[in-house]
């Protein structure tokens, strides 16, 4: 009954707060694209928060066409890692999770690439319609600002989880056949 209740209140808070963005600020703004992209971000925390899913879709698993990583380290995903570190984001989620055991907080640590990108992924899709939106009735160049934070809200995320998953996966293995070992 709590789950429904906090799932129903957050998507109500949520389109109430967006039909409030949409109709007091130009939505060909960039104003409005960072507001849009912080709402729905504050939105889906709760929201995979609440359901807390254990997120077994095979989705999360490693592609053949990801090439172990390559194609995300050709896209710049090192670069935008150095820019998180830069900004200090390492430190946040260091603070956010802390580690307890190497297991424990491995597992965590996996768990928590898959919850963060499904709440960037399902984010990317909805400010993308909101960028067509943008583009078709104000231009193209009107909906860059959008379309530029969903690239780097939403889908360097995406990327940087999808590179980071399989080698957490990795060492999460490795520490379990040492504490295996030991016992």
Known sequence: MKKTLTL???ILFTLAAIYGVVRFIK???FSFAWILNFLLM???ILTTGALKSQLTSSYFEEKAWEQKGKIYEYLGINIFK???VLIGWEKVFKYTYPIKTQSEALKNLYYQTKKSELDHLII???VLGFNVFVAVKFGFVKSLSLLILNLVFNLYPIFLQRYNR??????????ERRSAASI
């Open 8 to 10: 129903s209140l957050t």
């Open 27 to 29: 939505m060909d703004s």
């Open 42 to 44: 504050s939105s889906m």
């Open 82 to 84: 150095k820019f998180l």
């Open 124 to 126: 990317f899709i909805i």
């Open 166 to 175: 399989p080698r957490i996966k990795k060492a999460l293995m490795l520490s």
